[in-house]
């Protein structure tokens, strides 16, 4: 999160520049939920955050899958 915007999968500078990450394992549900650097997540960040998660997950497994 740089400001009030947050990246999927930021590139290095982003990283770099960025006040807070958060990082978030999915399964079958979610499995865990990091949180780094010392800017914060609104409640409604993190749902946004997760939800997207949730999403994606499903896109990179049937990338990962149609490449095996």
């Keep these: 999160k740089i400001g009030d915007q947050i990246f999927a999968d930021p590139n290095q500078l982003e990283e ?13 549900g979610i499995n865990s939920i990091q949180k780094g650097g010392y800017g914060f997540f609104t409640v409604d960040e993190v749902d946004f955050c997760v939800q997207n998660a949730m999403v994606l997950k499903d896109k990179v497994k049937d990338l990962l899958l149609k490449s095996i």
């Design 16 to 28: 770099d520049i960025s006040d807070a990450r958060i990082t978030i394992g999915i399964g079958s």
